[in-house]
């Protein structure tokens, strides 16, 4: 058969049924569109346009493109491509990166046939696409002003890299090459003598591993080695903070859940790979598995760990509750109930590895911390760190999801062992198995008010279902307990928040990190309370906010920049003036906290007068951490953005931990500040010519904040908090019509990456509050499709305004504070509180289950 792909006759003799998408990325070799799901047809990264309409190219078979002509990316006339790139880079409609050219095949196929689109038609025609970064709003704007401009023939003006530092709409990083799909992620790198991993996972949540048959396997043609738990030379169990994560689970050991490792496979393609892993023959012993956190607390219960099933037990008792409760005029109580929730980035978990020549590896990693990978990477291999040298590739989006190793260990393995270049990939239904998810809280809630509105007292106690592995777990139920009594003001509280394993998917760091879920449950307490007592919402909310020399949920008294208060003011009129209006305040931690070093390191490294090399060790994955040192360092320096590049390579030693809790921000910003400080001084004396070779570096430490564990003096349980409001309006049919947001940022770094983080965030958490859900089944996922994780998409967002307030940071430089995370801290709380407005029904479990008025 013939066909046309970007206006040159290809012929085809193969498989007819073969995907539109393995032919373009894997025979001719155009990785611009981007496999997120295959063959699921769920996210729309794989969409490119055949004649006059835009289509899956995951579910697309070659016979039927025969004759037709296809366009990707690289098919548009150079005019399309300049508004598209230039639209979406001047509209912030970039984040991560990964969905984007699917999106651009999609628009392009729309004007085509309307050159005028609404924005609810725009919104319709990105119904087969998915973005789990923006929240759509940029990306509607975005192509809005691209029809504009080819409405009327006329050019976008190219984004300029002005020397804009803090504070100014600096382009994203990288977004030109990342519109267009150019810029590569790790899955479209290709490298020479390549070989191709696949992963065995086990057949049952909890069973005994009687015997693992290879034999067939490794006698299919094209397999090179097929890997069990004997063939790691190191250490066989990871994680984060406890050792307690097999890579693979040896013969006579238990599995404890359905996305353990049994073995893996080695060969000259994917294809030959993946059916070698249906050859392994597993012989087990099956056993039930615990499913039920409650079931796994009690005394008898089988152990799934050898230390039992609680990982960690928080608790914080300041005042006297019983004798505040007692005295109280009001009381709430509520036992509250979220979900276990699927991160759905875009991007499904890749790496590669090879081997250095030198008796150690090199990996390519999308994780959340470089240098975090390559100190478990080291033990898996029994190396030294300085044998492992992980770089890396910007990932299409990671939220908490990709912080544990996924494949990273397991082809550095392979490639160790084997001393060739290995790709390990997992599909969407193995990615959705196998990475941690956002934890399930049962909560129980007392919360006390006195005659005059004033809270008196909160009385807690909050179970986690961490499931199989601890990944960060005790880390989310700590922050669960930090942040129990949410932006307020309360003078006695007694919480207990534990962490328990199952025999279900694990769970681990995601946006949030367990406080909207808590702040789900304190809101709705507050929303009681005011019903109760009579009191005006908003008014109880401003007098119990939090402010300076208010204490915490840990105790903590807060020393400087405490903005709730002025996030309650920049909504109060909108929030009164509606008819049917939920209103919920937030509180997030900055940096990991509670007796931990928070540090980084920079290196910036003048090559010459028109080239100078960033370097620093956080993740970007659409967040915009890259911009932002950028910015930085135009503000401290005056350097032109245009000779800036940045790189994260463990090779440089510019540390980092794990890119988490919103403190890349303070803690990058701080480092670059005082790294250029020696650079603003030579400067003053010589040209970046004459500096040329030069290397200066910075750093930033955190380590005053204190041990919850410890008596002390005064808690320092964070170095840093953000603050907001949300208010979320319904229409007289009781659909969601609009989202108010007000977060204090500190210091507002670059207005179009916080808007769009905020936009982002609150995608996200409407989602969490009434569709998005992962359901097990005995330890089992019902169902690995990404359509059914229950992901908004554009036409079913509603009206997003986003509030900026900027109330500065003692310790964040330039006053600047993390956002990443407290944008979807209050929206279920304040969905929850408006469908109460509209029907008097308490919710008391997420999901709600209510709709957003459609963009029909």
Not at 62 to 69: I, N, T
Not at 359 to 385: F, K, N, W
Not at 741 to 766: C, R, T, W, Y
């Amino acid at each position: 058969m013939k066909f046309y792909l970007n206006g040159i006759e290809k012929t085809f003799n193969g498989d007819p049924e073969l995907s539109l998408l393995k032919y373009i990325r894997e025979i001719a070799g155009i990785t611009s569109i981007k496999d997120g799901c295959a063959p699921q047809a769920a996210c729309g990264a794989c969409a490119v346009q055949v004649d006059d309409k835009a289509l899956l190219s995951c579910v697309t078979p070659m016979r039927k493109v025969e004759g037709k002509h296809v366009i990707t990316p690289e098919g548009l006339s150079d005019y399309r491509k300049r508004v598209f790139t230039n639209a979406f880079v001047q509209k912030s409609g970039v984040q991560c990166g990964f969905c984007t050219p699917g999106i651009v095949m999609q628009a392009n196929a729309l004007l085509d046939k309307n050159p005028n689109p609404n924005r609810t038609e725009i919104a319709r025609a990105l119904q087969p696409n998915l973005c789990r970064c923006t929240g759509y709003v940029k990306i509607i704007d975005a192509i809005e002003y691209a029809a504009e401009a080819i409405r009327e023939v006329k050019e976008i003006p190219t984004p300029v890299l002005k020397k804009s530092g803090v504070g100014k709409r600096h382009p994203k990083y990288d977004a030109d090459k990342l519109t267009l799909g150019i810029s590569p992620f790790v899955a479209d790198i290709q490298i020479e003598g390549m070989i191709y991993g696949a992963l065995k996972f086990s057949d049952h949540p909890k069973a005994k591993i009687i015997s693992i048959n290879t034999k067939k396997a490794e006698t299919l043609q094209g397999v090179i080695k097929v890997f069990t738990a004997s063939d790691f030379p190191g250490r066989l169990y990871t994680g984060l903070i406890v050792k307690d994560w097999p890579v693979m689970i040896p013969e006579g050991e238990t599995t404890r859940y359905v996305g353990d490792v049994i073995a893996g496979v080695a060969a000259i393609t994917e294809e030959i790979a993946r059916q070698a892993v249906t050859f392994i023959e597993v012989e087990y012993e099956i056993l039930k598995p615990i499913t039920d956190p409650f079931e796994a607390l009690k005394d008898d219960a089988v152990k799934i760990h050898p230390d039992g099933n609680i990982l960690s037990n928080t608790i914080i008792d300041r005042g006297n509750v019983i004798k505040a409760l007692k005295e109280s005029a009001y009381i709430s109580k509520g036992r509250y109930i979220t979900q276990m929730v699927e991160h759905g980035y875009m991007e499904p978990e890749c790496s590669i590895a090879k081997p250095d020549g030198n008796g150690g590896v090199e990996v390519l990693s999308q994780g959340q911390g470089v240098y975090e990978d390559r100190t478990q990477i080291a033990e898996v291999l029994g190396l030294p760190e300085e044998k492992v040298r992980v770089i890396l590739v910007p990932n299409g989006g990671g939220f908490g999801g990709k912080e544990d190793l996924s494949v990273q260990h397991h082809a550095a393995l392979y490639a160790y062992l084997l001393k060739r270049p290995v790709k390990i990939t997992l599909t969407r239904d193995e990615s959705i198995l196998m990475h941690p998810k956002r934890h399930p809280l049962i909560m129980n809630y007392e919360l006390g008010c006195d005659a005059n509105g004033k809270l008196t007292a909160l009385k807690a106690d909050i179970v986690g279902d961490t499931g199989a592995y601890a990944s960060v777990g005790m880390k989310v139920l700590e922050r669960a307990a930090g942040h129990a009594t949410g932006a307020y003001h309360v003078l006695n509280a007694q919480i207990r928040s534990r962490a328990v394993y199952t025999n279900n998917l694990p769970c681990g760091a995601m946006r949030g990190f367990g406080v909207n879920q808590v702040t789900f449950a304190m809101e709705s307490c507050v929303d009681d309370l005011c019903e109760q007592g009579g009191f005006d919402r908003w008014q109880f909310r401003y007098d119990n906010a939090l402010v300076d020399g208010g204490i915490t949920s840990t105790g903590q008294i807060l020393r400087g920049g405490t903005g709730v208060r002025q996030t309650l003011l920049a909504v109060k009129d909108l929030f009164k003036n509606a008819k049917y209006a939920g209103i919920a305040c937030g509180i997030k931690n900055t940096g990991i906290g509670n007796g931990m070093p928070d540090a980084g390191k920079v290196k910036i490294e003048i090559k010459d007068e028109n080239y100078v090399i960033l370097h620093h060790g956080w993740t970007e994955m659409g967040q915009g951490v890259n911009t932002m040192v950028v910015q930085f360092l135009c503000s401290e320096t005056d350097i032109d953005p245009e000779i800036i590049e940045v790189k994260v390579d463990t090779k440089e030693e510019a540390y980092a931990g794990m890119t988490t809790a919103s403190r890349a921000t303070s803690i990058v910003g701080n480092s670059i500040i005082n790294a250029a400080a020696k650079l603003k001084e030579d400067l003053k004396h010589k040209s970046l010519k004459e500096l040329a070779g030069n290397v200066y570096e910075g750093k930033w430490i955190c380590d005053w904040t204190t041990d919850p564990e410890e008596k002390v003096s005064e808690i320092i349980t964070h170095y840093s908090y953000s603050y907001a409001t949300q208010v979320v309006i319904l229409n007289d049919n009781g659909e969601i019509v609009k989202v108010i947001a007000a977060h204090d940022a500190g210091k507002i770094v670059n207005p179009g990456l916080f808007e769009g983080q905020i936009e982002g965030s609150i995608h996200m958490g409407l989602g969490y509050a009434i569709s998005e859900e992962i359901e097990l089944s005995e330890g089992r996922p019902k169902s690995t499709m990404l359509r059914k994780m229950g992901i908004l998409r554009a036409k079913e967002m509603p009206e997003v305004e986003v509030i900026g307030i900027e109330v500065p940071d003692p310790i964040g430089p330039y006053g600047a504070k993390g956002v990443g995370e407290i944008g979807l801290v209050p929206t279920a709380a304040a969905v929850a509180n408006a469908f109460y407005q509209f029907e008097k029904t308490r919710y008391y479990k997420l999901p709600i289950k209510k709709r957003i008025k459609r963009q029909d």
